[in-house]
Each structure stands twice: as C-alpha cells, then as structure tokens.
Nanobody
Framework: QVQLVESGGGLVQPGGSLRLSCAASGFTFSSYRMSWYRQAPGKERELVAFISRTGGVMNYADSVKGRFTISRDNAKNTVYLQMNSLNPEDTAVYYC?????????WGQGTQVTVSS
C-alpha cells in the first residue's frame, strides 16, 4: 500500500532553515507528481509546492516563492522541501501528498514551528 513518511520538522528561529523529507513506498515513485501541503492552526490545508515526475517542473505558492525549494530523488523514492528564511507565518503541519486518479494519499505530517 502507499506510504508517505515525513521527517525533518522542528522548532526553528525566524530567519532559520529546515529541510523536510518524505520517504515514499508502495507505488512507482518516479511515475507520480509529488506535492507538499501545510495546515496552520485554524486554517485550511494549502498547497505549498509540487514537483513533476522527473523533477523538471516545480511550482510554488506565492507565499513561499524564493524561500522554499522542492526537489526529488527518484532513486531514493524521496521528495524534499528545503525551507529558508522561515518566518512565524510558516508555522504549520507539513504534509507530503501524491494523487492517483481521484485518490489522494497523505503522510502523517511533520510539525514546523517558527518562533524566537
């Protein structure tokens, strides 16, 4: 079955950096677009970034453009989210996602807290 396992979250000061990882299994990773979403307390889940199957196309939410970078390693079945210049508004649970037809698959999420 499809499994997505996020890691790398934590507490970081404003201006700091974190790198999230999502290890995928149970499907042909290189055949699927991968995405990162986040959900802050009291807010809806929002798309942060996605990356195409080969990694040639990336897209970002306006709020993270120029600060976050999504990448993937198809040999390791892993997608990453490098987050720089973090600010308190980036505080959220970050989720890895992929879709197959109308079916969404989610990881358990990893908490990112930006605070001094």
């Amino acid at each position: 079955q499809v499994q997505l396992v996020e890691s790398g979250g934590g507490l970081v000061q404003p201006g700091g950096s974190l790198r999230l990882s999502c290890a995928a299994s149970g499907f042909t990773f290189s055949s699927y677009r991968m995405s990162w979403y986040r959900q802050a307390p009291g807010k809806e889940r929002e798309l942060v970034a996605f990356i195409s199957r080969t990694g040639g196309v990336m897209n970002y939410a306006d709020s993270v453009k120029g600060r976050f970078t999504i990448s993937r390693d198809n040999a390791k079945n892993t997608v990453y989210l490098q987050m720089n210049s973090l600010n308190p508004e980036d505080t959220a649970v970050y989720y890895c996602n992929t879709k197959s037809g109308v079916q969404d698959y989610w990881g358990q999420g990893t908490q990112v807290t930006v605070s001094s």
